[in-house]
């Protein structure tokens, strides 16, 4: 199914929520991503901003990945066994 998306608003408390993984470089010119802030086994899957998914993976004890799509915009959507986060993602 697709995926939607309501209308939110990004607040300065939710720009430095402490709990949230790092994700940098970002943007990213080589597609290759740094993750921090996440341990034990973690899933992403990666979005077009029309909700299709165009990329999954998982991680466990590493904290890179590796994305091989074209320029533009994408959201990164990141699940630990505890936590769900999204990203806005851009590769130049």
């Given at each position: ?19 949230a993984?790092?994700v ?14 996440l ?14 998914i165009?990329?999954?993976g ?6 890179t ?11 990164l959507?990141?699940?630990s ?12």
């Amino acid at each position: 199914g697709a995926l939607e998306f309501g209308a939110c608003a990004t607040t300065a408390a939710e720009n430095t929520n402490p709990t949230a993984p790092r994700v940098y470089p970002n943007p990213t010119q080589t597609g290759l991503l740094s993750i921090d802030g996440l341990s034990g086994r973690w899933w992403y899957t990666l979005y077009q901003l029309d909700g299709k998914i165009i990329d999954q993976g998982y991680g466990a004890g590493r904290n890179t990945i590796k994305l091989h799509h074209k320029p533009g915009v994408y959201l990164l959507q990141i699940k630990s066994e505890e936590r769900v986060f999204t990203k806005q993602i851009i590769i130049l």
